[in-house]
Every structure is written in C-alpha cells, then in structure tokens.
C-alpha cells in the first residue's frame, strides 16, 4: 500500500503565499502521477495542479501564473506552491498519487486526508 500525507496548510492573508507538501510512502512502488485537488464548502473536488513522472505539468484556469507544482522523485514527494492567494481558494486540499507496485504489478491509486487551506482577512 502507499500512502500519502500532506502538510503546509493553515490560515494566510489574501496575497500571500503558502507552500503545500505531499510525501508518499510505502514498499517497492513506482509513482506515475502526482496531483494535487480541492474541495470548497458546497462544491465538488476540481482537479488543481498535475505532474507527471517525466515532470510535465497542467494547471486548473483558476490557478495558472498563481500556483506552481513541482516533485522529487528521489523523496516521492510533491510541492504545490501557491502565491497571490484569494479568498476563492479556500478549500480542503487533497493530495492524490497514482502508480504502480514493483513485486505485484499492481496498480495504485492513492488520496492524502487533506489539508485545510482558509484565506481572509
């Protein structure tokens, strides 16, 4: 089993930043994709920012030139920096990886508990 688990978030003034970890763990697996999602009272969970093995990226309209995602793979670890935060982007955010196990073959797929993320004044 792999499991993943966040860290970073917290209570933040709109135009400020925070950087937001995500640490997967677990024996002999192989991680494809790493994403990162949020929840927003009253809405559905959207997609944020994703990033492949080979370190390519997309990002949701809503964050793109405001947040950046980035891994190392070596700690199977994913950042998501976010800068200029608003008050849109409170939400709960997940931390979602996908892959493979290297005994079994086995595909995975992995969620984070989440991890709040408030902006306001």
């Known amino acids: 089993q792999v499991q993943l688990v966040e860290s970073g978030g917290g209570l933040v003034q709109p135009g400020g930043s925070l950087r937001l970890s995500c640490a997967a763990s677990g024996s002999m697996f192989i991680v494809n994709v790493m994403d990162w999602y949020r929840q927003a009272p009253g809405k559905e969970r959207e997609l944020v920012a994703h990033?492949?093995?080979?370190?390519?990226?997309n990002y949701a309209d809503s964050v793109k030139g405001r947040f950046t995602i980035s891994g190392d793979s070596d700690k199977k670890t994913v950042y998501l920096q976010m800068n200029s935060l608003k008050p849109e982007d409170t939400a709960v955010y997940y931390c979602?990886?996908?892959?493979?196990?290297?005994?079994?073959?086995?595909?995975?797929?992995?969620w984070g508990q989440g991890i709040p993320v408030s902006v306001s004044s």
């Open positions: 979602h990886a996908a892959g493979g196990m290297l005994i079994s073959g086995n595909s995975f797929d992995a």
């Open positions: 990033i492949t093995s080979t370190g390519r990226t």
